[in-house]
Each structure stands twice: as C-alpha cells, then as structure tokens.
C-alpha cells in the first residue's frame, strides 16, 4: 500500500535516509552503553553499573522509536549489524579504559555527535523536505540526548 501522508515519495526516502543513519549511531551507543554496564571497574562500580543500566533502557527506547519512524514513513529500518556498521558515524573501537571515566568520555562524544547530527538535519526535514512531524520527533530526541549527555557530564572528573 502506498504512503499517503502529504510528504513526497523522494522526500520520505531523504528523510528516511537520514533517520537510517541515526538507527544505527543510536545502537552502536546503546551497545557502548551496554559494554560499559557489563564492564565497568572501579570503587564506583556498583553506582556507575546502575547507572549505565539506565542510560541502555532508554537508548533501546531510542532505537525503538526511530525504526518505528521510519516504518510510518513507508520505508524499511535497517536491522543487521552490518548495515549498522555501514551507515553509523560512531566507532564501536575505543582506547579508554574499563573505569567509570573512561566509559562516560566515549559516551559523552558519542551523544554529543548524535546532538549535532540531529540539530543538523531540524531545519532540512522541515523546510527542504516538508516533513515537519519528522523535524519536531528529531528535535524531541535532541533534547533526550541533551540530557543524557548532561547526566554523563555531571558524573565526570577530569
């Protein structure tokens, strides 16, 4: 069935494009996250264990959502790790440690990357693809990220 929901087949595969991309920055984070869960050491390990528990529950939201974007928008969400790793700005390689500061650095760069990947494409969904539902969803999930990012940016010392 044909999608119907006054934005232009051309102008839903852009989009969807550019949503495809954020899929797979989103889970390759939430896998960081993960790995910083399951392996996390220190004296803080049990506070920094919870703590990245609850940045991976939301993150799988996250990831939840934009294939579930995607789909209203008539196209297919990418869903293999090869695609992921085709499409993602993120690297899933990292030189910091197993510690709670070396977890919260790489996490930190990575939202702050999906922040400006997101706050790039608010005005081009809007404006150069007339898909003001998509841009006001991506600046909801800015915000999320602002957040999350805030909340990594309140556990670090330098």
């Known amino acids: 069935m ?10 839903r595969q852009q989009v969807t ?18 790995n910083a869960h399951w392996n996390v050491e220190g004296p803080d390990f049990h506070s920094m264990h919870l703590f990245f528990e609850a940045q991976y529950n939301e993150l799988d939201e996250i990831m939840d959502s934009v294939a ?17 790793l085709e499409l993602t700005h993120l690297t899933e390689y990292s030189e ?20 400006e990947f997101l706050r790039g494409n608010i005005d081009a969904f809007a404006n150069t693809y007339k898909d003001a539902g998509t841009s006001d969803y991506i600046t909801g999930l800015m915000e999320t990220h602002e957040k999350m990012a805030w909340m990594l940016r309140a556990h670090y010392r330098k």
């Open 68 to 84: 579930e974007r995607i789909r209203t928008l008539g196209h297919y969400a990418p869903a293999t790790l090869k695609s992921f």
């Open 96 to 115: 910091q440690p197993n510690d709670s500061m070396g977890f919260i650095k790489e996490l930190l760069g990575d939202h702050e990357s999906i922040i």
């Open 2 to 11: 044909n999608t119907n929901i006054g934005i232009t087949e051309a102008n």
């Open 17 to 34: 494009n550019q949503l495809a991309k954020l899929l797979a920055d989103e889970f390759l984070l939430y896998t960081k996250t993960r």
